[in-house]
């Protein structure tokens, strides 16, 4: 089974570019590495997806080496409203179901 | 326009009962899924179908079946409801299952069984 492994947690201040690594040693070769935001009492929200080298949105950038093993999320000059738990997800290499496994999430906290 | 809608939001019954949550989505998407979160935050896929056919079936209870009448409603019914299955329970639903494109979350609906 693929399994992710992120931070627990993470501390920042207001206006920090914050890096939020993601270890997915199993990857499929077809998959995909998404990454989620979840506030409190609210479903996760799609932040960002990629399948190698780097992708860039309005909201944050995700940078994935050539290996694929793990994934950075990078979020810039984050403000007080980035607090929240951000998941990665990928695909499970060998298995035919594809299951589709968030990892344990990192807790963010943004302070003033 | 709410894309993915749970119903009920807060759900509290007594252990024994049988209980259904409700999911539609209006993104005219294939696939839908339903997630458990537990108290500790952790979010694990449960089942997923695809145009109305079961493609993922996580390790969960015979006591959690879902059905989906047509693409756009995976509804997850759940019989002899134990302790153990308070939760949040999330529906979401995305246009494919391999690399899992984009899903969209529904608020969740919070089971507490006491």
């Given at each position: ?58 909201v ?40 589709l496994?968030f ?10 | ?25 209006n ?6 899924y ?6 500790k ?14 493609i ?16 756009a ?21 995305s ?8 899903a ?11």
């Amino acid at each position: 089974l693929a399994k992710t492994t992120q931070p627990i947690s993470m501390d920042s201040y207001e206006g920090q570019e914050v890096n939020i690594t993601c270890s997915h040693n199993n990857i499929a070769t077809n998959d995909y590495i998404t990454w989620y935001q979840q506030f409190p009492s609210q479903g996760p929200r799609f932040i960002i997806q990629g399948y190698k080298t780097k992708v860039t949105n309005e909201v944050a950038s995700l940078f994935i080496p050539a290996d694929r093993k793990s994934s950075t999320l990078s979020l810039p000059r984050v403000s007080l409203s980035d607090t929240a738990v951000y998941y990665c997800l990928v695909g499970d290499k060998g298995d035919s179901s594809y299951k589709l496994i968030f990892g344990s999430g990192t807790r963010l906290l943004v302070r003033p | 326009d709410t894309a993915v809608s749970q119903t009920p939001k807060y759900l509290v019954t007594q252990m024994g009962n049988d209980k259904s949550i409700k999911c539609e989505q209006n993104l005219g998407h294939d696939t839908m899924y339903w997630y458990k979160q537990d108290s500790k935050k952790f979010l694990k896929i449960m089942f997923s179908y695809n145009n109305k056919e079961l493609i993922i079936n996580e390790t969960v209870p015979n006591r959690f079946s879902p059905k989906s009448p047509d693409k756009a409603h995976l509804n997850l019914h759940i019989n002899s409801l134990e302790l153990g299955d308070s939760a949040v329970y999330f529906c979401a639903s995305s246009q494919e299952v391999r690399g899992h494109t984009e899903a969209f979350f529904g608020q969740g609906t919070r089971l507490t069984v006491v």
